[in-house]
């Protein structure tokens, strides 16, 4: 319930505060004092998206602070709980704003964004404006209203996430289609590159493997005759023959040199031994240089074959291993992508008969909750004085089905039985329109708990004994509960527990509204001004005495 609201140089007011009351409060005026700007005051301290010129001229600051009481179990409880904050002794909502447009915002002295005001404002204020009729006329919002009449809320939610399965389910679906159909494009390209490569069977490393021997080859043509050469030097026929020769001339000689010869002897028997290492390393060096022409011509040809394919794949020659095997496994999935799209299939048809089934119980469950509707509609119309009038909560196939179901919401009404009935904003005007809203967010607002209810001139384009079906309509929805209404009614404003005025004034240099509460005789003469105007009789008095007597 809302205790009290004070505001501080906002629009016209300079300071003002309000303590209302449980029950029925009414709050009068002449047209233009400035009714208006506690709707807008209010608004502002719920965060709600308004004026930027809100603080009053001069001002350096606007301030409006709303306190609220919170029985236990009342949704703005778990608002606050998960946003971190605590209301265990009361909720007061506090903002301010500056004449450059900066605002900041408090929950009990603690900051807070607008963000988390303007979610605790739908669990504690439901406005009923002359503009602001929440959807009530937008056939766009009537399937959430009915889904909030049925408390079919975590049923909207699971079919938004069967909804959004499906959807990923079909995406999933077409995108390994696409994928298929264009690996499948390749099939014959794969396939040949893969045999291809297979027939070469290329290895890591080999390419600079190849290249080295091939360079060996061409090169030992021109070296092996020097080679040749050097072994004929240091054979038999050459150095190691005149060696040998020459050992043998010393060792003849040796006795009779008295041992000057021994060394040498030795030394050229050293020499003899390392000639022939040297000769057999000559002899494997001619064997390794030896090569067959034909050789070289298939080494060149797989080495050129390599490369060929190196550069047909735009590949290294090491990395051609590994493309085959790429390759390979596109073929995999293209011979497996039948089966895999089967499988797809599969989970779109499941998640399709899981939407479906959802969808169908929303459905059910709407067009059950719309004929709750109707029924709870005509049984407050009756007061209202519109008992001939008809409410229909058509409840149709949407054509296509969407994260929030089948179905395709409208609010229709017949003013009188046998007429067409249609869209009820177009069918509605007047004092009809006015009273079928009030009918329809009574009964809207029947499943919420601890809401104060806020009706800005609802009571608009009907007078007489209507205006009086409309103020006692919520006088018994104010039993128990918080109502604040805003009108030119006297019939409706004699039905108020608590009245309060609004009246402007003006000093010459500066234009002021006020608020201030009415006690009985002052009561009397307010109803009476609203039921004569300026000029306010005895017989206006007597008439507002007897509609304030009941």
Not at 181 to 192: N, P, T, V
Request: hydrophobic residues 40%.
């Amino acid at each position: 319930m809302l205790h009290a609201l004070s505001i501080r140089n906002i629009l016209l007011i300079e300071s003002l505060d309000l303590e209302f009351q449980s029950g029925l409060n009414v709050l009068t005026g002449e047209t233009g004092a400035g009714k208006s700007i506690l709707l807008d005051s209010l608004g502002f301290v719920l965060g709600w998206r308004g004026r930027s010129d809100i603080v009053r001229q001069g001002a350096a600051k606007g301030e409006v602070t709303a306190e609220f009481s919170l029985p236990n179990g009342h949704p703005a409880n778990s608002v606050l709980s998960d946003a971190g904050y605590s209301a265990e002794d009361g909720l007061i909502l506090r903002r301010t704003n500056s004449p450059d447009g900066r605002k900041r915002a408090y929950i009990n002295d603690k900051v807070c964004s607008g963000e988390l005001l303007r979610a605790l404002s739908e669990t504690l204020v439901e406005i009923h404006g002359q503009n602001d009729d929440k959807g009530l006329l937008d056939v766009k919002g009537h399937r959430m209203h009915l889904d909030n009449f049925a408390g079919v809320t975590e049923n909207v939610t699971a079919v938004r996430a069967a909804w959004r399965d499906f959807a990923l389910a079909r995406k999933t679906l077409t995108d390994a289609e696409i994928k298929l159909e264009e690996a499948s494009r390749d099939a014959e390209f794969l396939r040949h590159s893969v045999a291809e490569l297979d027939e070469l069977s290329p290895e890591v490393g080999e390419d600079e493997v190849l290249d080295t021997q091939r360079r060996l080859m061409q090169a030992a043509a021109r070296i092996r005759e020097g080679i040749s050469k050097a072994l004929n030097a240091v054979s038999m026929d050459g150095a190691e023959g005149s060696m040998s020769d020459a050992i043998r001339w010393l060792e003849d000689a040796s006795p009779q040199a008295g041992g000057h010869l021994e060394e040498p002897v030795e030394a050229l028997g050293r020499a003899l031994s390392e000639m022939a290492d040297a000769q057999r390393g000559i002899e494997d060096a001619l064997t390794a240089l030896d090569f067959n022409p034909a050789d070289l011509e298939h080494l060149e040809e797989r080495l050129f074959a390599i490369r060929a394919l190196a550069r047909k794949h735009d590949v290294l020659p090491d990395d051609l291993a590994k493309t085959t095997e790429e390759f390979r496994a596109r073929l995999v999935e293209i011979d497996t992508g039948a089966g895999h799209i089967l499988e797809l299939r599969g989970a779109v048809t499941t998640a399709e008969l899981d939407y479906n089934t959802l969808a169908d119980d929303l459905s059910a469950s709407r067009r059950a909750a719309g004929l709750r509707l109707d029924k709870a509609m005509m049984a407050e119309l009756t007061p209202l004085k519109m008992e001939r009038a008809e409410f229909t909560t058509e409840v149709t196939d949407a054509g296509q089905p969407g994260p929030d179901g089948k179905d395709r919401v409208v609010f229709k009404v017949a003013t009188n039985p046998g007429a067409p009935s249609g869209p009820i904003n177009k069918i509605a005007s007047g004092g009809e329109l006015s009273r079928f809203l009030l009918a329809l967010k009574v009964c809207l607002t029947s499943r919420a708990s601890g809401l104060t209810m806020i009706f800005d001139e609802i009571d608009r384009g009907v007078g007489g004994a209507t205006a009086d079906a409309v103020g006692r309509r919520l006088a018994n929805l104010a039993e128990g509960g918080q109502v604040l209404v805003v009108t030119h009614s006297p019939q409706v404003a004699a039905l108020g527990g608590h009245h309060w005025r609004v009246s402007k004034s003006d000093d010459g240099q500066n234009t002021l509204t006020d608020v201030r509460p009415l006690d009985d005789a002052e009561r009397v003469n307010e109803i009476a001004r609203m039921l004569a105007g300026d000029t306010v009789t005895a017989e206006a008095r007597s008439a507002a005495e007897v509609l304030l007597a009941g």
